[in-house]
């Protein structure tokens, strides 16, 4: 079993800027592919970004791109996401999310399904 420990949520008001993280202390971290979900109350969980285990390839969700970033520290475990001009449509409980697996499609990327680890969430508030 892998642990994924989000932070950096928090309350703050619409134009503001929060960045989470996402640590986990699996050697194998670096073989692995990503994702950001998050979920508001009564709402279906979305997809919001993904990065593979390579930097270079990153996914991200239209109704954040331009404002929210993916990234990855490969030698410090972790994956961020700096989420600029935020919005109160963007409240939300956070999760990140891994997978193992390898050679992944984008469009799987986007999947719940395809992840195996999942951290406990960092709530996000956004007022107006």
């Known amino acids: 079993q892998v642990q994924l420990v989000e932070s950096g949520g928090g309350l703050v008001q619409a134009g503001g800027s929060l960045r989470l993280s996402c640590a986990t202390s699996?050697?194998?971290?670096?073989?692995?592919?990503m994702g950001w979900f998050r979920q508001a109350p009564e709402k279906e969980r979305e997809f919001v970004a993904a990065i593979t285990w390579t930097t270079g390839i990153s996914y991200h969700a239209d109704s954040v791109k331009g404002r929210f970033t993916i990234s990855r520290d490969n030698a410090k475990n972790t994956v961020y996401q700096q989420m600029s001009s935020l919005k109160p449509e963007d409240t939300a409980v956070y999760y990140c999310?891994?997978?193992?697996?390898?050679?992944?499609?984008?469009?799987?990327?986007?999947?719940?399904?395809?992840?195996?680890?999942w951290g406990q969430g960092t709530p996000v508030t956004v007022s107006s």
């Open positions: 999310a891994a997978t193992k697996y390898g050679s992944i499609s984008s469009a799987s990327l986007r999947r719940t399904a395809t992840y195996e680890y």
């Open positions: 699996d050697r194998t971290f670096s073989k692995y592919a």
